[in-house]
């Protein structure tokens, strides 16, 4: 996947409240939230407000980053994203995504079902409604996928069976036996028994990929929680969670995306809450996107 270079006079709007708060504002490479300092665009109070921007080109969008305000974060919520090659907003079809909400001063990561357009729209609908962004970044495929940072961690975990380390699931093999020694293993029995990565800085983490074991014992992994954050304190437990493993078929992997893909952290803790409990992991992947700053012109 790779960011789209984008001319920000192909940026429009609805209206413009002031010259502050011009259209190209949202792509102009910078993620700074203040609308003051002059990085984000801002409509009139109007019934179902609209940015635009045309990328020249069709290409198949894969995702969408937004940066919120640092104030008035709520005038986003509901807000939503489409792609296609008209600038109709009334096919389903071509509708990306809907923000629910973007904390004051953050970037949510937002993907689309692959979508192929040449126009990007982000329309509020209603009455009496303000539309304002500080950025919009737009991705497209390559054959480059985002980096699994996890391989270049250190991990830990709160026992270790034998030879079983923390270690063992992030050496980028999906090999789901424990019994040929590709996955990490705490000691049975334990209460809340967790596995935790440092990624040696922070990142936003746009999804985690988790292996389970498959010679044995799938169950096992059912109710572990994922948790991402900066924290240490608790073993990391206190950072917010970013997913509830359910369940995953015995050898196979499943896909998690934090906060719709926008969780920031240093630590990926993995935990089962509860007395009794064993944690295997054949294999932790974690996939991001540089934090607080903007994005190369490829991933």
């Known amino acids: 996947m790779f960011l789209l270079t984008v001319d920000s006079s192909k940026a429009s709007q609805s209206s413009e409240n002031s010259q502050l708060g011009v259209a190209g504002h949202a792509v102009d490479g910078k993620r700074d939230a203040s609308f003051q300092r002059g990085s984000c665009t801002h409509t009139e109070e109007e019934s179902d407000p609209w940015w635009r921007v045309d990328l020249e080109n069709e290409y198949t969008i894969t995702a969408v980053m937004v940066t919120n305000r640092d104030e008035h974060e709520n005038m986003l919520d509901g807000a939503e994203i489409w792609i296609g090659n008209s600038i109709e907003t009334n096919n389903i079809k071509n509708r990306c995504a809907v923000i629910s909400h973007i904390p004051k001063g953050r970037t949510i990561y937002l993907y689309c079902s692959p979508a192929k357009g040449r126009y990007v729209t982000v329309l509020l609908r209603g009455s009496k409604k303000i539309l304002s962004l500080c950025e919009v970044e737009v991705f497209s495929y390559r054959e480059r996928p985002l980096p699994n940072v996890a391989l270049q961690g250190e ?11 923390a270690s063992k699931a ?39 990929k988790v292996t389970n074991r498959g010679d044995c014992c799938a169950e096992r992994l059912d109710g572990a929680e994922i948790r991402v954050g900066n924290s240490l304190q608790n073993n990391g437990y206190d950072n917010p969670r970013c997913a509830t493993i359910s369940h995953i078929r015995a050898g196979k992997t499943s896909t998690y995306q934090c906060d719709g893909g926008s969780m920031e952290g240093r630590f990926v803790n993995v935990v089962i809450p509860g007395k009794s409990k064993t944690l295997t992991l054949c294999e932790v992947e974690v996939y991001t996107v540089p934090a607080g700053k903007s994005l190369p012109s490829c991933l």
């Open 155 to 165: 991990a830990t975990q709160s026992s270790t069976l034998r030879g079983a380390a």
């Open 170 to 208: 992030i050496d980028g093999r999906r090999n789901s036996y424990y019994s040929d020694w590709f996955c990490s293993h705490t000691a049975e029995g334990e209460t809340d028994p967790w596995w935790r990565l440092d990624l040696r800085q922070t990142f936003v983490i746009v999804s985690i």
